[in-house]
């Protein structure tokens, strides 16, 4: 998976560079989440800007990210999501489980 991680401040930013997170490429996403709270990291926001389509594995990807954030006493934000995304988000209901964000900005200047 295409993947662009950078710090700001407190935050560990990961920005999916795909349109698709599907079951091709979704573990990619899981096992970098993973890796950011196995290192010690606390504020993680996954800015899905690129991301026209995501299905059940990028949905349960982002699931055990949230999971992994949990267990290690951090916080997974999301933030810039398509309309689309957006979409599977509410449908799921997922909408109501994480944080998410219009702008990468507005969820960084959410984190403590």
Known sequence: MNLVKENRGNVVIIKIQEERVDAHN?????LEIQKAFENGDKNL??????????DSSGLGALVSGFKNATSHNGVLKLS?????????????????VFEIFDSEADAIASFK
């Open 80 to 96: 810039s999501m398509q309309s689309q995304v957006k979409s599977m988000f509410e449908l799921t209901r997922l909408h109501r």
């Open 45 to 54: 926001l996954v800015n899905l800007e690129s991301v026209h389509f995501i």
């Open 26 to 30: 979704s573990d990619g996403l899981k």
